[in-house]
């Protein structure tokens, strides 16, 4: 069998990913990626120490800030809302460690990532995990043939539950573990709060405006609004109204109704194809605009710079800087970054 690097965190799908590799006759050496301090790493060493298996602890902090922490912050300033997980996936995980998987002589680099991967070298496929609530395929779409050449997914044919019986099975301490939902550092969920004391300057606040350009109220930075928000707004309109737009460059956050959220046209940059081959015509797909949310019936036309998804249905307050990810059947096809109207 193979020498496999298993990228560790501690918790309990990335120590069950290494307990199966290891079952498959593999041999495994973990590894965990320290990110903000060395206090994180006791965790996944603990699980290689009961799994019997050697541990690795690469100190990864300038790239983590320089990659993901710093672009996030950069986005965010810049009127959109970024999924730094993403970009932690593309640099590190599967940057990074798959360079470090090489110099350890390992074969393969192996992620507790629920999401299957079929097919063969130069013709790999990325799908939906048999566990369809914990599918991690939406933040995977920009993987490359040469790095699934690489890599490999355990947990894809397993449910959440399914994997905690395991890791009790093997009396881990991660079996009972809770989980985190939020970005790993911003544990508070306090994006704009973050911001300030990452760039050591107090967000500028500006105005708010209606649809039709009338400014109507003052608000505290582009950055501490989303689109789609309605809490915390602040603004006497007599209805409900929701943050619609935000342009960083004037300073303004715009609000309006319920409807004025709504699109059928979404437009997508840096598109990545999983095959390397963007399809010649457009081709009908299911998107997904968040992590969360189920795939949409869509027509994709890509020119060449820009994707553009035309969906059946219109669809609720798609923020520039999320991913666009686009399904043939329960396969990735490819996604990209949603960004404002060419």
């Not at 990864?60 to 809302?81: H, I, K």
């Not at 399914?162 to 809770?178: F, N, P, Q, T």
């Not at 027509?299 to 820009?306: E, P, R, V, Y």
Request: include cysteine; charge should be negative; charged fraction near 20%.
């Amino acid at each position: 069998m193979s020498k496999v690097l298993a990228a560790m965190s501690g918790g309990v799908d990335s120590s069950v990913c290494a307990a199966l590799l290891q079952r498959m006759g593999h041999e495994v050496i973990g590894v965990t990626m320290i990110l903000s301090s060395e206090a994180e790493v006791s965790s996944a060493e603990s699980a290689c120490k009961a799994l019997g298996i050697e541990f690795h602890a690469v100190d990864m902090r300038s790239e983590f800030d320089n990659c993901v922490v710093a672009p996030f912050v950069a986005s965010y300033l810049g009127g959109e809302t970024p999924n730094p997980c993403i970009n932690c996936n593309k640099a590190l995980k599967f940057g990074a460690l798959l360079d470090l998987a090489g110099r350890l002589g390992c074969q393969f680099l192996a992620t507790g990532h629920y999401v299957k991967k079929t097919g063969s070298p130069g013709n790999w496929s990325i799908s939906v995990a048999r566990d369809e609530k914990k599918d991690q395929s939406y933040v995977l779409y920009n993987l490359t043939q040469s790095q699934l050449d690489r890599l490999l997914f355990p947990l894809g044919d397993l449910s959440k539950q399914e994997v905690r019986e395991i890791a009790d099975s093997l009396g881990l301490e991660s079996a009972h573990k809770s989980e985190s939902q939020d970005i790993c550092f911003i544990p508070d969920g306090d994006y704009a709060g973050f911001i300030t004391r990452y760039t050591g300057k107090a967000l500028e606040p500006g105005s708010f405006i209606d649809s039709n350009g009338n400014v109507i109220g003052r608000h505290k930075g582009v950055a501490a609004y989303t689109i789609g928000q309605r809490r915390g707004l602040d603004l006497p309109m007599g209805q409900r109204v929701y943050v619609i737009s935000k342009d960083a460059e004037k300073g303004t956050v715009t609000v309006g109704t319920e409807a004025e959220l709504m699109t059928d046209t979404v437009w997508v940059r840096d598109v990545v194809f999983t095959s390397g081959m963007a399809p010649a015509e457009p081709v009908s797909v299911t998107a997904r605009l968040r992590y969360s949310q189920k795939p949409q019936p869509a027509q994709l036309s890509f020119d060449g710079k820009f994707a553009v998804l035309n969906f059946d249905v219109p669809q609720r307050a798609p923020a520039p800087g999320q991913a666009a990810v686009f399904y043939i059947g329960d396969t990735v096809l490819g996604g990209g970054t949603i960004t404002v109207n060419n």
